[in-house]
């Protein structure tokens, strides 16, 4: 599934990128269908919950866990701000399912071709850089 060269990954931000434009220049429902891709996220179980998991640097409370699964690594979030946990959602679906050093050379690109940085206010863009580096780092806990 994966080639070793992102493709998985760059696939991914293409099919979002997609998924976006049919929204054009509406940031409502831009905002909305982030929503809806937060709560369509797996509940996470709560003994994940705790402050080991928990991303620091962010306005909100987001807690990240990832799991290796045949060299793999999967994440699940949840968030106490249904933006962020979408935009966390949006990255989970991005970069669960591949390999480690796949997803820390990952450019994701798709955030910007998508207007979505230019849209955070400052504490929301420095929430969202600290959660893409906590998955880069992509270890098991």
Known sequence: MNSGSNQSINEAQQAIIREFAEFGDNWL???QHLIKMGNDLPEMDPQYKNDDNLIKGCQSQVWL???????NV?????CDSQIIKGIAAVLVKILSGNKPEEIREAELYSLDEIGL???LSPTRSNGLASLIKQMKKCRER
Request: charge should be neutral; proline fraction near 0%; avoid cysteine.
């Open 74 to 78: 999967h994440f699940e979030v949840d």
């Open 65 to 71: 866990h990832s799991y290796q699964e045949n060299g």
């Open 117 to 119: 940085r230019k849209h």
């Open 29 to 31: 429902q831009k905002y």
